[in-house]
Nanobody, 120 residues
């Protein structure tokens, strides 16, 4: 069973930066997309950023211009550079990897999450 391991979360003041990292415990085939979601208590998990096989990226509106998603050199590695952090960015951030093709998703993998707390 592949595991996704996140790191880089922590406590930062408003306006600060953090870089989240995610790496898989072993190689994975047919990677369709890699990304980051976040969740606060009492709310649904929301997509923050996603990078697809063709390097196309998606961001939720609230992080555009502040967050950047990128792939690492290792096969299943993804980063999220978070700048100009605000208290509303406080959440548990989850790494996600989707396997499949353009038309179908055959696997959805999640990390355990890393806490990001932004103080005002």
């Amino acid at each position: 069973q592949v595991q996704l391991v996140e790191s880089g979360g922590g406590l930062v003041q408003a306006g600060g930066s953090l870089r989240l990292s995610c790496a898989a415990s072993r190689s994975m085939s047919m990677i369709k997309a890699m990304g980051w979601y976040r969740q606060v208590p009492g709310k649904q998990r929301e997509l923050v950023a996603m990078i697809w096989g063709d390097n196309h990226t998606n961001y939720t509106d609230s992080v555009k211009g502040r967050f950047t998603i990128s792939r690492g050199n290792a096969e299943v590695t993804v980063y999220l550079q978070m700048n100009s952090l605000q208290p509303e960015d406080t959440a548990v951030y989850y790494c996600n990897v989707k396997r499949g093709t353009t038309d179908i998703t055959i696997g959805d993998y999640w990390g355990r999450g890393t806490q990001v707390t932004v103080s005002s």
